[in-house]
């Protein structure tokens, strides 16, 4: 069964600070997409960053990186100089072709000011 | 280019009641799909349509039903409504490809079941 492991429910940084989120799935499928989505109190899903299974290099979205690492099955987000803007749930999720998303559980994240 | 909307955005129903919930592709996308999410969870699957037809279903009794129409509009109709049903629910739309696309999502109905 597929299935998307995010082990942190809550996470706290300092503004301007960097944070990582983690994240582990669970998968047969050799060709399939990984995705961070930020869900803020307004509960519109916005995508954050997406990678590829067949890239080897990890994806950049401005202050926003991942480290794919795909025979851990693992895919965490790091981003740096935090903003209050960030804070929001941070949702991990894969897709295989057939276009169906698996969410992990979230992971809410706090920035201090 | 408009986004994905969703109506309504609140909706109080009794248990027992049947609700419909719609959504408004993205211009150009033929695929929507639908998930539940509940207080504290990921978003949960439900189905997809594809030009006006089911593409896959997650683990979702079968009075959750759904439509997809010409313009690629869609519903998602609920009977039988149980307190568990109460959550968010959202829609997406993508263009598939090959090469896959994102899915753009709404900003949801929140569905309260008394």
């Known amino acids: ?113 | 280019e408009t986004g994905v909307t969703q109506s309504p955005t609140h909706l109080i129903k009794t248990r027992g009641q049947q609700v419909t919930l719609r959504c408004s592709s993205q211009s150009g996308h033929n695929t929507v799909s639908w998930y539940q999410q509940a207080l504290g969870q990921g978003p949960q699957f439900i189905f997809q349509y594809y030009r006006e037809e089911e593409n896959g279903r997650g683990n979702f009794p079968p009075r959750f039903s759904g439509l997809q129409f010409p313009n690629y509009s869609s519903e998602l109709n609920v009977n039988a409504l149980e307190l568990d049903d109460s959550a968010l629910y959202l829609c997406a739309s993508s263009l598939p490809t090959l090469g896959g696309h994102e899915q753009y999502f709404g900003p949801g109905t929140r569905l309260t079941v008394t």
Not at chain 1, 11 to 38: G, I, N, R
Not at chain 1, 77 to 93: E, N, P, R, T, V
Not at chain 1, 96 to 104: C, Q
Request: charged fraction near 20%; hydrophobic fraction near 35%; include cysteine.
């Open chain 1, 1 to 113: 069964a597929q299935t998307v492991t995010q082990s942190q429910p809550e996470m706290s940084v300092q503004e301007a600070e960097t944070v990582t989120l983690s994240c582990t799935y669970d998968t047969s499928e050799s060709d399939y997409y990984l995705f961070w989505y930020k869900q803020p109190p307004s509960r519109q899903m916005i995508l954050v960053i997406r990678q590829e299974a067949y890239k080897q290099q990890n994806a950049t979205e401005n202050r926003f990186s991942v480290n794919f690492q795909k025979a851990a099955k693992s895919f965490s987000l790091k981003i740096s100089d935090s903003q209050l803007g960030d804070a929001a749930m941070y949702f991990c999720a894969y897709r295989v072709r057939d276009d169906k998303i698996i969410f992990g559980k979230g992971t809410r994240l706090h920035i201090l000011p």
